[in-house]
């Protein structure tokens, strides 16, 4: 601990009595200063101890020995050392009054006992005392790094919290706490997310000093190297942090920051190998992406898996864009659920991920992303159903296909099960198609225009019944030959034959999305509606 006014005072080489003062002897005195001013405050930082021989200095005067006294405090000052013997053969009662007024200690210095004694003394107890802390730190260090090499980032945290005193916590990439010591502390951990959170958001590396009482001074770093924050650190105390603990604190970023952030060249030989089993797999080789893959994402090839692709919505920066937002809340969501995650870019602004199918990725995309506009997200996201090893390329389509939709809907992210399950009709909500069913039922629709006959609402209506001449013609109210004839007038209008199974399904699909004339809307044709030949019928 730092030198204080009871240690030099028990120094038995300086010989110094307590004539005032004497139950605030045991503050810290960060120096000691010699100084005949008058008014010594402009040069005071405070924690000073100002030693004086009063040459400059009425101490027989009540009345300044009070200002003088008052000025000493109000600065920090925290004792006064007078010379005794040397102007004053004794400390006057004057000033002896004053410090006792203003709590102020003072010091009776021998004759014999040479103020540079002093300063030595205190010199050598701030520097014994810095040597102490450093030892401590590097002891520190030493216990830290082993817990980080044998146990990990939790031991990490549990040794930190003790060398302050204090509780500490550790947040990964998206903020959640994911080590806390003591175990009370996850809960005061968690409610320190949003100032992680504006943390993250600074040039790193950064730090805050927060917390929302006097015994609980927080203090936040982040983990990580160059612009890409891998964590944070929080270490709360109920003091400022001394010498050793800071250097304890600093030696917790250091092996945090190595054990959360992989060094780049490793980073990327995991994605070359990630991309080797994903080609693999894409190519019909399970068996060899197995071997290749090894215990990295072994585990994850033996149970149904969902394969993702991930694409921004528009061109944006691919270093600080939201691939590497999505890429780090995924392995943030895969290691707190201790799960395998495959996660490869596929090309400059795409993602392919491989997730365990019901697992904690899975969950962790859905809610963040299920219910949003890609508008809001900056990015698409489509979903494979579940699946296997062998069946990874036809996987890759699905996730394809409900990519495209989503693209087509505007949808931060869509799988592919809602295409397989739901209806085939909104696919069709696109301009390029509309344009091609209006091309093609133009011309029945121009016919209609005239009055000359229902040839749309009778297409319909046959089509639904899949050609049933009786059935199509009760719908509609009309004799089987009137269908018949609308039929090859249908033909002839369009130059294409009902008897091909494309045209007919070509036409259906443009008969569903195009708008529905209002003369269909309003149920069944009736057969006085018709104006084709009474012979017809």
């Not at 009063?54 to 300044?64: I, R, V």
């Not at 980032?153 to 005193?165: C, M, N, S």
């Not at 936040?220 to 603990?245: I, M, N, S, W």
Request: aromatic share 4%.
């Amino acid at each position: 601990m730092p030198p204080t006014l009871a240690s030099l005072v028990q120094h038995s080489a300086l010989k110094l009595t307590v004539r005032a003062g004497e139950d605030r002897l045991e503050v810290p005195v960060r120096w000691a200063h010699v100084s005949e001013l008058a008014d010594p405050v402009p040069y005071m930082e405070g924690g000073e101890l100002l030693l004086v021989t009063a040459m400059t200095l009425d101490a027989e005067d009540p009345e300044a020995m009070r200002r003088y006294v008052r000025r000493l405090v109000g600065a920090g000052v925290v004792g006064l050392g007078f010379a005794v013997g040397v102007y004053y053969e004794d400390i006057p009662d004057a000033l002896v009054e004053a410090a006792k007024e203003e709590g102020l200690p003072l010091l009776a210095v021998p004759r014999r006992t040479p103020f540079l004694a002093i300063s030595k003394a205190v010199s050598a107890a701030i520097a014994a005392d810095q040597y102490r802390a450093v030892t401590a730190g590097f002891e520190a260090q030493r216990e830290l790094t082993r817990a980080a090499l044998a146990e990990g980032p939790d031991a990490v945290i549990a040794r930190l919290a003790a060398h302050v005193d204090g509780w500490a916590a550790l947040y990964d990439a998206s903020g959640a706490v994911v080590a806390a010591a003591p175990e009370w502390a996850a809960r005061r951990a968690a409610r320190l997310t949003h100032d992680v959170e504006r943390l993250r958001e600074r040039a790193a590396p950064a730090s805050a000093v927060v917390g929302d009482s006097d015994d609980d001074r927080v203090e936040l770093q982040t983990l990580g190297t160059g612009r890409r924050v891998r964590g944070a650190l929080a270490v709360g105390t109920g003091a400022p942090l001394g010498t050793a603990e800071r250097y304890a604190v600093h030696s917790a970023v250091a092996l945090l920051t190595l054990s959360t952030a992989r060094s780049r060249s490793l980073q990327a030989a995991e994605q070359r190998l990630g991309a080797a089993v994903l080609r693999m797999l894409l190519s019909g080789q399970p068996d060899h992406a197995r071997a290749v893959a090894g215990d990295l994402y072994g585990g994850l090839l033996d149970a149904p898996f969902r394969l993702l692709i991930a694409e921004p919505a528009g061109e944006v920066d691919p270093t600080a864009g939201p691939l590497p937002v999505l890429t780090e809340s995924l392995e943030s969501a895969a290691a707190r659920a201790g799960e395998a995650l495959l996660a490869v870019p596929d090309t400059d602004d795409r993602l392919v991920v491989l997730a365990a199918d019901g697992g904690a990725v899975v969950a962790a995309c859905v809610d963040a992303y299920g219910d949003k506009e890609a508008a809001e997200t900056e990015m698409y996201i489509g979903f494979s159903a579940p699946t296997g090893p062998i069946a990874a390329a036809g996987a890759y389509k699905q996730a394809e296909q409900a990519l495209s939709v989503g693209r087509r809907r505007g949808r931060a992210l869509v799988e592919h099960e809602e295409l397989a399950t739901g209806s085939i009709l909104p696919l069709l909500a696109d301009d390029a198609v509309r344009a091609f069913a209006d091309g093609m039922l133009r011309a029945l629709y121009e016919h209609d225009a005239t009055g000359r006959g229902d040839l749309v609402a009778s297409l319909r209506a046959w089509l639904s019944r899949h050609g049933q001449w009786d059935a199509a013609a009760a719908d509609l109210g009309v004799h089987r030959h009137t269908l018949r004839y609308r039929m090859r007038r249908v033909e002839e209008i369009l130059g294409r034959s009902l008897d091909d199974p494309d045209v007919r399904m070509e036409l259906w699909l443009a008969l569903k999305t195009t708008a529905v004339p209002a003369m269909d809307t309003a149920g069944p044709v009736s057969a006085s509606a018709t104006t084709e030949p009474s012979t017809a019928q």
